[in-house]
């Protein structure tokens, strides 16, 4: 009689982050209304290649007071392989609001605070910092409650810094994985962090560091050689006898999920609104989550002086940004918001006329189908970024103008310039002449050259997917040996 082959069992994949990639709304009647988001690491995952039952741990996004409620989500959640991690008010005030985004992103972004408020953070450091190992440890508690001996967990972003050595401490055989999604700056900018040294500590537990750039990879093996006095390897940092790897690990898009969307028939009609809307007239395109390393203000300004000195393109050209409101309880997001209506407004005074306007400006998210036709319609995309880690928007943009050929003006402070630097006309967004010349060299460029940037980046963008991203990952903390692997071997 044939034997049935034995089905191995899957290998469990603990993917740790702020947030879930679901948001749960409460109804009426008190059930949960759950709503998975597409996001880049979603499908990221979907794509690794080996056999992992993926489980996913991070805080839901709102606050659920009764006992009753977060039992009941829990359950909820539990249907799509996610695990909560309830952060009570005063922490997510302290710990995401304060130190997360208020310290770090700005730190690792190069962004100097204004004084007052650098001086506010200051005297906040002790209860944000508190609250930043509160919740770093709330995510270790809930993660031991899931691990099971052969589980991998990769811990993502500047949010989760202490938490690979809270999971070392109680597992040392643990395979564990951190990502960095930002920057991670210059060691001399990161050294005037006050708590440095134990967030490096907290990171080099990992058996596997990744960043999205060579760059950000080299600054933080400089930081723990010259604060923490560790050696710098060619495979990353040696603290006694015991190497920790540290590599760049580029993210990517899933560009099918594009492709194929310009093929349905919503996205298509909403295409051929857009183009009759705009006809006559070259179209530019910024989409940016409302942020001040986005450089929107600067973006304006260029856009501004590209108008002075071109009076021919006035109606001729316009710019529709796309601003998604983000972290709208931080003082210096509110601030941004008003500088950019404050700009907007005066570009669109200056230069409008009855009919028409220069600059047309959304405060909200778009649904994606919205979405794949402005990409698609667009002559050219305008990611002027003063800093990001990679920036996803300048990949999705190459992703759906196969036909057009839309020309990426991209900042050079974006991780994304050391892979879309060949195809797309590079820019320090700080120049805003810089950016207006680039804008006039791209509205004139010809078809030719078009074509020629276009298929360099397309190239790119199908071959370094997010799939491919997360399966390379993934395979290299598998195959990393831990150390008590290591010492059976010797
Ligand atoms: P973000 O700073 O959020 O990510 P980015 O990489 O550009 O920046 O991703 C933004 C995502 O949001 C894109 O997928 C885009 O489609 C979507 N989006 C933006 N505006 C939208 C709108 N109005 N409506 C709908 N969707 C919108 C962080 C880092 C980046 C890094 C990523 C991934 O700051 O540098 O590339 O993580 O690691």
């Keep these: 009689e044939k034997q049935a082959s034995p089905v191995l069992p899957a290998q469990r994949l603990m993917v740790v982050a702020n947030r879930l990639p679901v948001s749960a709304t409460r109804r009426p009647d008190g059930s949960w209304q759950l709503d998975l988001s597409a996001g880049g690491l979603v499908s990221a995952l979907l794509g690794v290649k080996q056999n992992f039952e993926t489980r996913w741990i991070g805080w839901p996004g709102l606050y659920v007071p009764d006992e009753a409620g977060r039992k009941s989500l829990q359950k909820a959640l539990a249907d799509k392989g996610c695990v909560p991690v309830f952060l009570d008010e005063n922490t997510v005030d302290q710990y995401y609001n304060g130190y997360c985004n208020n310290v770090l992103w700005p730190l690792f972004h190069y962004i100097g605070l204004p004084t007052e408020d650098r001086l506010a953070a200051t005297r ?19 993660v031991l409650s899931q691990y099971q001996e052969g589980d991998v967990v990769w811990c993502h972003d500047y949010h989760l810094m202490l938490l690979p050595s ?10 564990v994985g951190w990502f960095l999604h930002t920057p991670f700056p210059s060691s001399e900018i990161y050294r005037t962090l006050p708590l440095r040294s134990e967030i490096l500590r907290g990171v080099l537990a990992a058996d596997l560091i990744g960043f999205h750039t060579y760059d950000y990879a080299r600054h933080f093996v400089s930081a723990c050689t010259r604060i923490l006095g560790l050696e710098g390897t060619p495979d990353g940092v040696e603290d006694s006898g015991s190497v920790t790897r540290v590599a760049a690990f580029p993210i990517g898009i899933d560009p099918d999920r594009f492709t194929q969307a310009l093929e349905t028939d919503v996205v298509k009609t909403h295409i051929a609104e857009l183009k009759a809307r705009f006809a006559g007239r070259k179209v530019m395109l910024g989409v940016d989550r409302l942020d001040m390393i986005k450089g929107i203000p600067q973006k304006l300004l260029a856009f501004e002086k590209f108008l002075e000195e071109n009076p021919d393109w006035i109606n001729k050209v316009l710019l529709v940004q796309i601003a998604v409101p983000s972290r709208t309880d931080v003082p210096e997001y509110q601030k941004l918001t008003s500088l950019v209506h404050e700009i907007v407004g005066r570009i669109n005074g200056r230069f409008g006329t009855l009919t028409t306007v220069p600059i047309h400006h959304l405060d909200r998210s778009l649904a994606f189908h919205e979405l794949c036709a402005l990409y698609a319609i667009t002559d050219v995309a305008l990611v002027t970024s003063l800093r990001d880690g990679m920036n996803l928007v300048s990949y999705e943009y190459v992703a759906c103008q196969n036909e057009r050929k839309g020309v990426l003006i991209l900042s050079e402070f974006a991780g994304a310039a050391q892979s879309l630097g060949a195809g797309a006309i590079l820019v320090n967004p700080w120049n805003v002449s810089d950016v207006a010349a680039s804008i006039e060299d791209a509205l004139t460029m010809s078809e030719a050259e078009r074509a020629e940037r276009h298929k360099h980046n397309f190239q790119h963008v199908t071959v370094h997917t997010a799939q491919a991203w997360a399966d390379t990952f993934v395979s290299e903390l598998n195959d990393t040996l831990v150390e008590a692997e290591l010492r059976t071997l010797k």
């Design 124 to 142: 906040s450091l002790q209860s944000q910092w508190a609250a930043y190992k509160r919740a770093n440890e709330q995510f270790a508690d809930t």
């Design 166 to 175: 809270y999971l070392k401490n109680h597992h040392t055989q643990m395979k």
